[in-house]
C-alpha cells in the first residue's frame, strides 16, 4: 500500500540567492530529466525541487484509492521542512491534482509558521484539466494565483477545462496555450521552460 514513507524531496543544485523555489510534481510521481533542465535553465533566481510519490519498488503511480488525505499531508510535511522561500507549485498531469491538494495543506502550514521565509507565490499545472468544473466551497480553495498551461493538440482539455482551474483559487488566474497534445512538454520542453520563466518574472 502506498503511504507518506514512500514520498521523497529531491532538491537540484542549491541556490543560494534564490528568489524562488520551484516544486515539480511529475506526471509519472518520478524526477524527469526536464525538471534537470527546468533546474539549469531558471538557476539562479529559482531553485527547483522534485517530489517522488511513486512506488519505488515498480515505479508505478498511487492508485485512486491510495491518494487519500493522509498521502497529501505527508507530501506537505515533508516539505515544509524544505522549503524557506516565496513557493510556486508545478504540477504536471496527474500530478497536477497532487499539487493543488498539497498547496492547500501548506497554505497553512506556512501561515501558522512564517518564520522562516516561505509563502505560496503561485499554483501552475500543466496538462491536466480540472478536479471538478463545479465552483469550490471558499475554504477549499487557495490564496494564491493559478496558472494554467496545455498544448493546443490535447484533446482532454482546452480553454473551457483550463479555465475551470479558475474555481479552485481566488486570486490572479491565466492560461497558456502551447503548441502540442498531452505530452507537448516532452516533446517541445523548451517552449515549456520559455513559458515558466515568464511566469516567474511576471510574479517576481
Known amino acids: 500500500m502506498f503511504d507518506d514513507r514512500s514520498v521523497s524531496v529531491h532538491r537540484f543544485t542549491p541556490m543560494t540567492r534564490r528568489r524562488f523555489q520551484l516544486v515539480c510534481f511529475p506526471p509519472d510521481g518520478r524526477p524527469s530529466s526536464f525538471h534537470r533542465s527546468a533546474a ?31 498521502l497529501h499531508d505527508g507530501i506537505a510535511e515533508e516539505l515544509a521542512q524544505e522549503l524557506d522561500s516565496p513557493t510556486v507549485l508545478f ?12 498547496a492547500r495543506r501548506l497554505e497553512l502550514a506556512f501561515l501558522l509558521n512564517d518564520s522562516h521565509g516561505a509563502r505560496l507565490a503561485a499554483l501552475l499545472v500543466s496538462a491536466q484539466p480540472a478536479p471538478s468544473c463545479r465552483p469550490c466551497a471558499e475554504e477549499a480553495t487557495i490564496n494564491c494565483p493559478i496558472g494554467v498551461f496545455f498544448g493546443d493538440a490535447d484533446p482532454r482539455i482546452g480553454r473551457d477545462e483550463a479555465a475551470a482551474w479558475a474555481y479552485h483559487g481566488k486570486e490572479r488566474f491565466d492560461f497558456h496555450v502551447l503548441h502540442g497534445g498531452k505530452d507537448y512538454f516532452a516533446h517541445r520542453p523548451a517552449e515549456l521552460l520559455n513559458a515558466l520563466s515568464d511566469y516567474l518574472l511576471m510574479l517576481g
Request: proline share 12%; no cysteine; net charge negative.
Open 91 to 102: 504540477g504536471q498531469g496527474p500530478g497536477a491534482v497532487i499539487a493543488l491538494e498539497v
Open 40 to 70: 539549469e535553465a531558471l538557476a539562479p533566481s529559482t531553485e527547483v525541487l522534485s517530489v517522488r510519490y511513486a512506488h519505488p519498488s515498480d515505479g508505478a503511480l498511487p492508485t485512486d484509492a491510495e491518494l487519500t488525505p493522509a
